[in-house]
């Protein structure tokens, strides 16, 4: 099993709908999740940290699940700008190094 | 101000020679990651420097490939005797600590002909 595993879609929505995407970590002592956002031919960005009580930032909710081992991104009202992959980020349990997931490509259509 | 800095943005290269990618990160970052990307593909881990440890060299897929991180601050990531399948982009991050968010550079696209 990998340590980060992702659907890499694509996941194709017209503008408005909601999407969400699921990431499944192996490790059960990983301690930080982060998503990230790459464009096309760019370097990855961070969107937002996952934390234990789940965060919002605008239209993006981020939830932890450490029972069975995922975090997800909740994308509410997309918009065309929103097209882009999706990248989960772990820090396996006892290691410094972000493990990044194979990303979710998300498009997203008038 | 300035984020994590690399050079050259692009680099094309005759198969066996040798090149440097330069990476620069976020002043007081001490934490200095190297991953590289093939067209498609996921990011894959190749080093990782902590303040004055011993750089995390497990990654390296094979020992055409070294790094180096002087004074705490810039990198660089060496590939000797280059192959085509050496041809990806090369991206660099840092972070202010561990298991925190990591900043990248636009990457250096590098490809063997």
């Known amino acids: 099993r990998k340590e980060v595993e992702q659907d890499p879609g694509p996941f194709n929505v017209p503008e408005g709908a909601t999407v969400a995407f699921n990431c499944t970590y192996s490790?059960?002592?990983?301690?930080?999740f982060f998503w990230y956002r790459q464009d096309c031919r760019k370097e990855p960005k961070l969107l937002m940290s996952?934390?234990?009580s789940g965060n919002e930032d605008g239209r993006f909710t981020a939830q932890l699940n450490r029972a069975s081992q995922y975090i997800s991104l909740l994308i509410r009202d997309s918009k065309l700008s929103d097209s882009a992959t999706y990248l989960c980020?772990?820090?396996?349990?006892?290691?410094?190094?972000?493990?990044f997931g194979r990303g979710t490509s998300l498009i997203v259509h008038p | 101000g300035a984020g994590v800095s690399q050079s050259p943005s692009n680099k094309v290269t005759e198969k066996g020679k040798d090149v440097e990618l330069r990476c620069d990160p976020i002043?007081?970052?001490?934490?200095l990651y190297w991953y590289r990307q093939s067209l498609g593909q996921g990011l894959e881990f190749l080093i990782y420097?902590?303040?004055?440890?011993?750089?995390?060299k497990s990654g390296l897929p094979s020992d055409r490939f070294s790094a180096e991180r002087t004074g705490g601050s810039v990198s660089t990531l060496t590939i000797q005797r280059t192959q085509q399948e050496d041809s990806a982009v090369y991206l660099c991050?840092?972070?202010?600590?561990?298991?925190?968010?990591?900043?990248f550079g636009q990457g250096t696209r590098l490809t063997v002909v």
């Open positions: 991050a840092s972070s202010s600590a561990v298991n925190t968010e990591a900043f």
């Open positions: 490790n059960s002592a990983s301690q930080s």
């Open positions: 996952v934390y234990s």
């Open positions: 980020v772990v820090y396996p349990g006892g290691s410094y190094i972000p493990t």
């Open positions: 002043s007081g970052h001490t934490a």
């Open positions: 420097f902590q303040g004055n440890s011993a750089p995390d």
